[in-house]
């Protein structure tokens, strides 16, 4: 396993490096700079803009441009913002990511704690009302957008009935302990829900559809005709192996809850790595946005490293040595 794992971090280095060209090449492939389309001040002299172009490297040629880049990068260094009064890449994230990973887990909480259980349930009792409403619920929550969803329970569970908070991430600043968490959990609630309404949809098909294959197989079959019981059958044996697809997409889930986060946060003005990222999209402030872009390529890398490891850990039959 450790040997394994090594072999995995060694290719991460080039795909890493592709990462970086690629991400690169987006930024730069986008028309303009931070100075263009901005309403610049006709009293200040065009020369200053153009030294700042010169001091930020902008004037040089896109190979040498990324060389810089790249070496900043290799170090820990994505530079300093262009429009947030030059303050360091770094810190801007640093404030940033800690929010968005409290809304990825607490949407990933709410996705495993609904979907499994309602999956195992329409496997054991297929074509009951449970399993045709879950059916239901499962192609609404593929087929609705997460940023319609987002509006929708904005106005029903915020604005009209008041339940939620439909924006931010604390009421007050003077809380702590377990008021600061409570107050995060309320106003996560929203935010959390429809940020995990299409991976609970997708897991709970996938569950279903598991367990409904798994408890067809031999082996289930002659458990049960020795005389174990039902819950053993499910918990001890189709469970484990009914698990494995869905460690699959919750590798994926890594990084893919991480950039889902942007549209989401951006609906309930919720102050993480998305609205930080449109932000700098809009403003052109490329190096924020090569370094979020960056960040999330890794995840996604990160969680299918931790997808194969846990695959170990589930079935014990899968080795890497």
Known sequence: MIQYIIRRILVFIPMLIA???IVFGLAKAAP??????????????????EQQRE????????????????????????????TYNGRSVQSLIKERIVNTVYLGLFALIITLVVAIPIG????????????YAGTTFGFAGLAIPNFFFGLVVIYFLSIKLGWFPAQGTLSSTDLSGFAEFKDRIHHMFLPGITLGLASTAAYMRYMRSEVLDVLSSDYIRTAKAKGMSERNVLYKHTLRNALIPIITLMGFEFGAILSGAIITEQVFNFP????????????????IVMAIALLLGVAILVGNLLADIFYSIVDPRIRYD
């Open 55 to 82: 001091a930020l490297g902008l004037n040089k040629s896109i190979p040498e441009q990324y060389l810089m880049w790249a070496s900043r990068v290799s170090r820990g260094d994505f530079g300093e913002s262009i």
């Open 272 to 287: 993480g790595l998305g609205t930080l990222f449109i932000g700098s999209i809009t403003n052109r402030d490329y190096p």
């Open 19 to 21: 990462l970086s060209m």
């Open 120 to 131: 195992i349930y329409s496997a054991k009792k297929p074509y009951s009302l449970l399993d």
């Open 32 to 49: 303009g700079d931070p100075f263009t389309g901005k309403i610049l001040d006709p009293n200040i002299n065009p020369e200053v803009y």
